[in-house]
């Protein structure tokens, strides 16, 4: 059973969902926004590349920590995540190139290929010398059977439903903007002013959240979003399942959130303004000319105290799809000869992805 705390989660990532897809023009920005969920349900196939970068980030040191907490800073703030990839609905095929970049005295870059069809997820084992792997495995596929797995864990396999997902951030777009003031917290820009270079798109919107903000928004998820997303979920049971929820977690949390209304909540909120010093979320939603929000990008930056040690950075992602329902060009499953299964990774005395880490 799922504790209340994933529930409340699960509908704080929806609610960032909905505010990344973003609208704009002549409709209001939640009619703009049904429309743009709706077409997006339509999606059948679709190519995609992104980036995501840390920079100038600073994490707290304690006084035995040897300068772990140093080196890891300069470490990610020297490193660039960035992927390429493609979906198809049907037959259904994800693939997803990842590759990092590392800057400095420990430059390197590699790439790591990752295929997923309804039943199996393969990852392809990259060459990296300072980690001494086995070369049996170098440049082999690792072999998930998802099926497998969800019937070990006494569930069923849980399918890419991107149908299902767009209906889901439709109902609860409507129960967010029902409670929300649009104004605060999206604008119409031109994709000049947003620094968006990227072509074909000819509508923008920005989102901004900052720490003042904060407050506002999150008594409104508790006190309004949060108990009518809850009874959404406990209404469809193809949400619940797609979740892997159980009606019992729902009950807990609207309980949860009933009784942290008037305590837990403004203690929280307190200890927030105490301990975050900056915190600064900026978006930029790009439209293509059929509708689709095809771009995003996301800035945030943050500075925050804790027991007088001090953590501050800037996030960075970008996304883009193209070839919307157009034809997609995917490399396919990987050959057998290129696969290790979990039964042989156990025969060479090495754990599989689905029961731990290599």
């Known amino acids: 059973m799922l504790n209340h705390k994933r ?3 699960a509908i704080a990532a929806l609610l960032v969902l909905i505010l990344l897809a973003g609208c704009t023009g002549s409709k209001s920005a939640s009619e703009t926004l049904q429309d743009a969920l709706k077409k997006s349900s339509q999606i059948d196939s679709y190519s995609m590349k992104g980036s995501l970068q840390v920079s100038d980030l600073k994490l707290p040191e304690t006084a035995d920590d040897e300068g772990y907490a140093s080196m890891a800073s300069g470490f990610l703030s020297n490193a660039e995540l960035s992927w390429t ?5 049907d037959p259904m095929l994800a693939e ?23 039943e199996k997820l393969w990852v392809k084992v990259p060459n990296i010398p300072m980690l001494g ?51 605060t917290y999206l604008k119409d820009v031109s994709a000049k002013d947003a620094g968006i270079t990227t072509d074909g798109i000819d509508k923008v919107v920005q989102t901004h959240v900052t720490k003042d903000q904060v407050e506002p928004l999150i008594q409104t998820i508790t006190n309004d979003i949060g108990p009518e997303v809850i009874d959404l979920l406990s209404k469809n049971e193809a949400y619940r399942k797609m979740l892997k929820l159980e009606q019992s977690d729902l009950d807990e949390a609207k309980k949860s959130l009933a009784e942290s209304k ?21 978006s930029n939603i790009g439209i293509d000319g059929k509708g689709y929000a ?8 943050f500075a925050g105290t804790e027991d007088g040690q001090t953590t501050s950075g800037t996030l960075k992602i970008v996304q883009e799809l193209t070839d919307i329902n157009g034809d997609v060009k995917l490399s396919g499953e990987p050959k057998a000869e290129d696969v290790l ?6 025969q060479l005395g090495l754990p599989g992805l689905g029961g731990g880490s290599l």
């Open 7 to 9: 529930v409340l989660a």
């Open 85 to 89: 990839g493609g979906y198809r609905k």
């Open 96 to 118: 997803i190139n990842l590759q990092i970049n590392i800057k400095g005295d420990l430059a390197m870059t590699f790439t790591v290929p990752i295929v997923m069809n309804k």
């Open 133 to 183: 792997l086995p070369a049996e495995i170098v440049g082999k596929y690792i072999e998930v059977d998802l099926k497998k797995l969800a019937e070990q864990e006494g569930q069923d396999i849980q399918s890419l439903d991107i149908g299902t997902t767009q209906k889901l951030l439709n109902d609860v777009s409507a129960i967010v903007f029902k409670h929300i003031d649009e104004d």
């Open 262 to 282: 008037d305590n837990d909540i403004s203690k929280d909120l307190e200890e927030f303004k105490k301990s975050v010093q900056t915190l600064d979320i900026l």
């Open 294 to 301: 095809s771009y995003t990008d996301a800035k945030i930056a």
């Open 341 to 346: 299964t979990e039964d042989q990774l156990s």
